[in-house]
């Protein structure tokens, strides 16, 4: 891919808000979150965690909590079966942009790959809660050391990706 492209492929990823329900493949999964892993860190230190999941039962119970956040009922995943969750470690004083920084990775590895995600939000509200940390230890994570980030769903998309909207006045100073 030339720079041109790959520019472009930053430029026409989309967030998407509808899923067909095909899993997605263990091997297009693990080739995200392998680009997750490289995501720049502060000082390097690789704060964040991904955690992959594509077991339904726990993927719908992440699905409710997160919608009793919001005090909804529906599914915030809108329906995508694998969900990302990134935490990063909440001592190192860069944690949550590490963490934002493998979100974004995350998604544009999606995309590369042929599929939709989307950032869903509510993942430090999730894990300040009881079930959210019995989770966390569940997986042998502290509960009291890691922060939420983002939930990065991914899925194949159930339609066209959206169009984006028109970029805003002022986005972009020059100092020259
Ligand atoms: C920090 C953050 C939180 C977000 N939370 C949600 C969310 O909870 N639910 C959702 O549908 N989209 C969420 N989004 C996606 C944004 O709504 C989306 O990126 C924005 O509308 C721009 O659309 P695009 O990603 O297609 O360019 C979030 C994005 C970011 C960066």
Not at 76 to 97: E, N, Q, R, S
Not at 111 to 129: M, Q, V, Y
Request: charged share 25%; with cysteine.
């Amino acid at each position: 891919m030339n720079a041109n492209e790959f520019l472009k492929e930053l430029e026409s990823r989309r967030s998407v808000r509808s899923y067909k329900s095909d899993p997605v493949p263990k091997e297009l999964i693990e080739r995200i979150v392998r680009a997750g892993t490289y995501a720049p860190t502060g000082m390097g230190r690789q704060s964040p965690v991904i955690v992959a999941v594509t077991d339904k039962a726990v993927r719908d119970s992440l699905s409710r909590l997160n919608a009793s956040i919001m005090g909804s009922a529906g599914d915030p995943f809108y329906g995508a079966p694998a969900v990302l969750l990134v935490l990063a470690d909440k001592t190192v004083p860069t944690c949550v942009y590490d963490g934002s920084l493998v979100m974004g990775e995350l998604m544009h590895a999606a995309h590369a790959l042929g599929l939709g995600s989307c950032w869903i939000h509510r993942a430090r509200e999730e894990f300040e809660t009881p079930e959210g940390k019995a989770l966390l230890e569940r997986l042998g994570l502290d509960p009291e050391r890691y922060v939420g980030i983002g939930h990065c769903i991914l899925g194949y998309a159930n339609g066209p990706e959206p169009a984006p909207k028109p970029r805003k006045e002022g986005w972009v100073h020059w100092v020259e």
